[in-house]
């Protein structure tokens, strides 16, 4: 009995020394920005725009409609549905939205809980873009991916681009993609942790991949050293997924939450 009650009290010992080691490490970050979803109709305009209508494939169907991007029940809708807008001749309407000019940061945590659905030419993502662009356009001042899911595959990238990976094609040198499993149908916790010196990407917690500045290298290799803001948006066909299903439609990325955090100052 007595050896049962000294395992007892070391069991006890471990679960509490558990339990520090994680507070401790929930305060490492402190939250700067977030938005939790929590009133209906489109999203709040002090913290996101419309990314609006352009020539890449993924925003060719960018629409500010409330059909598209509309929040209810806590959580946001990001929609991909065929177009019945007769003033409108674009062939299917997506929903695209950004912290542009509204939030950006540099170094931190990313954290994004969404659930995705499936379709032949699906395309939703979590990415972001440089506020400045201060070494140039795309894609030399970089771009940040930290989830775009295609179609019906049973896993998503994360990716990132600059002048070293899209210009002088080292794409080994590191690697600069990595594909990773999630919970289907299931809401899940895409995260990018950022450094000034690594990109580390997670699913769930979890350490997916890493991509390093590399010693001696400049902005060509490593532009990730200035402020990046947010994108949120449900694509819809083009050269990588390929064309859209109709019949699969619509499809629809929710967003339950996203939160930004910095490490607090030792």
Same mark, same amino acid.
């Given at each position: 009995?007595?050896?049962?009650?000294?395992?007892? $009290?070391?069991?006890?010992?471990?679960?509490? *020394?558990?339990?520090?080691?994680?507070?401790?490490?929930?305060?490492?970050?402190?939250?700067?920005?977030? &938005?939790?979803?929590?009133?209906?109709?489109?999203?709040?305009?002090?913290?996101? %725009?419309? %990314?609006?209508?352009?020539?890449?494939?993924?925003? *060719?169907?960018?629409?500010?409609?409330?059909?598209?991007?509309?929040?209810?029940?806590?959580?946001?809708?990001?929609?991909?549905?065929?177009?019945? /807008?007769?003033?409108?001749?674009?062939?299917?309407?997506?929903? *695209?939205?950004?912290?542009?000019?509204?939030?950006?940061?540099?170094?931190?945590?990313?954290?994004?809980?969404?659930?995705?659905?499936?379709?032949? #030419? %699906?395309? +939703?993502? @979590?990415?972001?873009? =440089?506020?400045?662009?201060?070494?140039?356009?795309?894609?030399?001042?970089?771009?940040?991916?930290?989830?775009? !899911?295609? $179609?019906? &595959? =049973?896993?998503?990238?994360?990716?990132? !681009? %600059?002048? !070293?990976?899209?210009?002088?094609?080292?794409? &080994? $040198? +590191? @690697?600069?993609?990595?594909?990773?499993?999630?919970?289907? #149908?299931?809401?899940?916790?895409?995260?990018?942790?950022?450094?000034?010196?690594?990109? &580390?990407?997670? @699913?769930?917690?979890?350490?997916?991949?890493?991509? +390093?500045?590399?010693?001696?290298?400049?902005?060509?290799?490593?532009?990730?050293?200035? $402020?990046?803001?947010?994108?949120?948006?449900?694509?819809?066909?083009? /050269?990588?997924? #390929? =064309?859209? /299903?109709?019949?699969?439609? +619509?499809?629809?990325m929710q967003v339950d939450w996203v939160r930004v955090y910095q490490r607090n100052k030792d």
């Amino acid at each position: 009995m007595k050896r049962q009650i000294i395992y007892l $009290n070391l069991f006890v010992i471990l679960l509490l *020394c558990s339990c520090s080691k994680s507070e401790a490490d929930n305060n490492d970050w402190q939250m700067i920005w977030n &938005d939790e979803f929590e009133t209906d109709g489109a999203p709040d305009e002090t913290k996101w %725009s419309f %990314s609006g209508r352009r020539s890449p494939d993924w925003a *060719c169907y960018c629409t500010d409609q409330l059909e598209n991007a509309e929040v209810f029940n806590g959580v946001l809708h990001l929609r991909g549905t065929v177009n019945e /807008n007769p003033g409108d001749t674009a062939q299917f309407q997506t929903g *695209c939205i950004q912290t542009k000019g509204k939030f950006d940061f540099k170094y931190g945590k990313l954290e994004v809980r969404a659930k995705l659905s499936k379709g032949q #030419g %699906s395309w +939703p993502a @979590i990415w972001m873009m =440089p506020a400045e662009g201060v070494y140039g356009g795309w894609p030399k001042s970089g771009e940040i991916d930290v989830m775009e !899911h295609l $179609n019906f &595959d =049973p896993y998503f990238y994360q990716t990132i !681009h %600059s002048s !070293h990976v899209d210009e002088l094609k080292q794409k &080994d $040198n +590191p @690697i600069y993609f990595a594909k990773a499993s999630f919970k289907e #149908g299931e809401f899940n916790v895409f995260g990018l942790e950022w450094y000034p010196d690594r990109l &580390d990407f997670l @699913i769930n917690g979890k350490k997916t991949f890493t991509y +390093p500045k590399l010693e001696g290298q400049d902005s060509v290799q490593w532009p990730f050293d200035q $402020n990046f803001y947010i994108i949120l948006n449900q694509a819809l066909g083009g /050269n990588w997924p #390929g =064309p859209v /299903n109709a019949e699969d439609l +619509p499809v629809e990325m929710q967003v339950d939450w996203v939160r930004v955090y910095q490490r607090n100052k030792d």
